[in-house]
């Protein structure tokens, strides 16, 4: 059965400086993606980062970067530069290639950016 | 990014009441999602339709009633809700090609928050 776990509920990190989510996940499908989000206090879901599992480099969008280590089933999510916008609940989600359309998201890690 | 709007962004319903939630996107999508949002605990899937027809739906109670009349519009009929239904609810679409090792990322709306009394 597909898993995601978020060990982090809350993370702090000082302005500008880089910080890394952590999320592991479990799965017996040999294709899936991996995809983090951003819900800031608004409630939207914010699309952040997608990593397949036959991706062989780890995916990078602007100051974010997913630190993929496929053996070790783990995605972490590095967010370099933090600024104060940054602040929110962060959600490490899994899709299986074969599950349909279930996609299953971990508990969250909220971020708090200090200035 | 306005790709998924919803509708109302707020509600505050009585347990007797009927009201409907009301998602569109503009992406060109063919498959759209409802979700529930409840404090402290993960996101949970409540309803898939892929090209307007009903593929998942994730043990639901029958007080939801989702309705997806084109691939553009979802919508999820509420009634004798209960106050544990209080969330916020968000939609999502993505673009569905099945195999070829890529999955499709879902794109989600500003959600509703639903407080029943």
């Known amino acids: 059965a597909q898993k995601i776990t978020q060990t982090q509920p809350g993370m702090f990190v000082q302005e500008k400086e880089a910080v890394t989510l952590d999320c592991t996940y479990d799965?017996?499908?040999?294709?899936?993606?991996l995809f983090w989000y951003k819900q800031p206090s608004s409630g939207e879901m914010i699309f952040l980062i997608y990593?397949?599992?036959?991706?062989?480099q780890n995916a990078t969008e602007g100051r974010y970067s997913l630190n993929f280590q496929k053996a070790r089933k783990s995605a972490n999510l590095v967010i370099s530069a933090s600024q104060l916008g940054d602040s929110a609940m962060y959600f490490c989600a899994m899709r299986e290639d074969t599950g349909g359309f279930k996609t299953i998201f971990g508990a969250g890690t909220r971020l708090f950016v200090k200035a | 990014e306005t790709g998924v709007t919803q509708t109302p962004r707020h509600l505050v319903m009585g347990m007797t009441n009927k009201k409907s939630l009301k998602c569109e996107q503009h992406l060109g999508h063919n498959a759209m999602y409802w979700y529930k949002q409840s404090a402290k605990k993960p996101l949970e899937l409540m309803f898939v339709y892929n090209f307007k027809e009903q593929t998942e739906n994730n043990s639901v109670p029958s007080r939801f009633s989702p309705e997806c009349p084109n691939s553009s519009h979802l919508f999820l009929h509420l009634h004798t809700l209960q106050p544990e239904d209080s969330a916020l609810y968000l939609c999502a679409s993505s673009q569905d090609f099945r195999g070829g090792g890529r999955v499709e990322t879902q794109y989600f709306g500003p959600g509703t928050r639903l407080l029943v009394l």
């Open positions: 799965t017996s499908d040999p294709s899936y993606g």
């Open positions: 990593q397949g599992s036959y991706d062989q």
